[in-house]
């Protein structure tokens, strides 16, 4: 198990891949592989093309505690890049290229004691690989939780199919960061080109509005939006009169129930960060930069300039220790 953590900034929002991916071309589906190109540099491969690129900041333990150090960021939470989870693929290959994760993540851990944390990757379209592989990453490997996209497939998040694994994740007081894969998008807005600017912030928002509308979820599982909630925190009062006008109003209310949810704190300006921290609450917003790609926030924290200091405090560590020593006390 590793140490606790040390003083200063938790960012839980950060992505790593090992620089080789098991080979699945001879499987069914549409399997993303990783191709070194130089001792510091690969290339993502999707359907033989460059998908991106990347460098030994994905990979390397040594790299990114540089990069820690200079910043003053005590620990990172690494998770998949998105593009990895493939629950929109069969889930035999899904469920390999999961575990392959898992174990490359666990060894990162590994290398840095009290300094990475990890969220791990999960086969969604199957519900009961994908309990197995949660309990596997919380209970043997000493992760946080998981990283799953904004759906399954066609399968929302809200659908009954899903309910093992919530109930699973809620077992362990799991932390589950739910971040849209921009491969799902809708098409409209990647031909416009504004998948990033708009396309993601509006799938993460009807995942959430869909859980947050439908059935109750078991209490205990942790959830957290990416990106600030996406435009979920813009939308909660329309979702709120959506549901009176539906006959709901005696039930409680999206924006109430939103406040059952994380986020983290990657809006890129303070006024997007107030509203997701009157949305979700205070103690619901986590430090999250996207590290270490062309979108992550630099310096960490810089949102947290001119804000009140207890919330900044709040939001650079102590929010994080709490999901942190929920999950595994000792760390903490």
Known sequence: MPTTIPEGVIDVHTHAIADRLPDLAGRPGRWPSVERTAEDRANILLDGRIYREIDDRC??????LRDMDA???????????PVTLCHDQPADGAAVLAAAQND????????????????????LQDPERAVAELARCVDELGFLGVEIGTR???????DPSLDPFFDAAAERGAFV?????DLTLDPRLAALGIGFGLGMPVETATAAAG?????????????????????LPAILPRLDRGAVLAGRGDEP??????RELWCDSLTYESASLDLAVTRFGAEHVLLGTDYPFAAREAPPG????GVDPSLAAAVRRANALDVIDAVHPLLA
Do not use: K, M, Y
């Open 152 to 158: 399954a497939g066609d399968t929302e998040l809200n």
């Open 104 to 123: 490359f993540l666990a060894s990162l851990v590994a290398e840095a004691p009290g300094r990475l944390l990890a969220l791990g990757a999960v086969p």
């Open 71 to 81: 910043e003053g960021v005590a620990a990172q939470v690494v998770s998949p890049i």
């Open 177 to 181: 960061l739910v971040h849209p894969v």
């Open 59 to 64: 990979w390397s333990a040594a790299r990114r």
């Open 302 to 305: 810089a949102v947290l300039s």
């Open 211 to 231: 859980l947050l509308t439908g059935r109750p979820r078991r209490p205990g599982v942790r959830l957290c939006l990416a990106h600030g909630g996406g435009a």
């Open 253 to 258: 209310l999206p924006s109430e129930r939103a």
